[in-house]
């Protein structure tokens, strides 16, 4: 059953740092393009960041696009993202996703069709 696993997440300190990886069970990894989103308490899932299937592209929303980079490791199957400068408004569950976005679409969720549960990030100030 293919399935994506995320880690990483914790309670830091504002101006901090966290590695979220991603580790998905399918058949072929570069199948896919991935992404991140996340979800604060009461309000909708956000785009993050995505990566296209061979790492050649990658995508971030401007809250974030200064402070990450995303990686991913394809004969690992995982997907790394790598959060510098942490604020307390980076607090949100962080979901990682695959799909097959175009190079339009990558922020949209309806592209993307396997998920994972989550992990949490929480930055203290």
């Known amino acids: 059953q293919a399935q994506l696993v995320e880690s990483g997440g914790g309670l830091v300190q504002a101006g901090g740092s966290l590695r979220l990886s991603c580790v998905a069970s399918v058949r072929t990894f570069s199948d896919y393009a991935m992404g991140w989103f996340r979800q604060a308490p009461g309000r909708e899932r956000e785009f993050v960041a995505a990566v296209s299937r061979f790492g050649g592209n990658t995508y971030y929303a401007d809250s974030v696009k200064d402070r990450s980079t995303l990686s991913r490791d394809n004969a690992k199957k995982t997907v790394y993202l790598q959060m510098n400068g942490l604020k307390p408004e980076d607090t949100a569950v962080y979901y990682c996703?695959?799909?097959?976005?175009?190079?339009?679409?990558?922020?949209?969720?309806?592209?993307?069709?396997?998920w994972g549960q989550g992990t949490q990030v929480t930055v203290s100030s």
């Open positions: 996703a695959a799909g097959l976005p175009s190079t339009s679409s990558y922020y949209l969720e309806k592209k993307y069709h396997l």
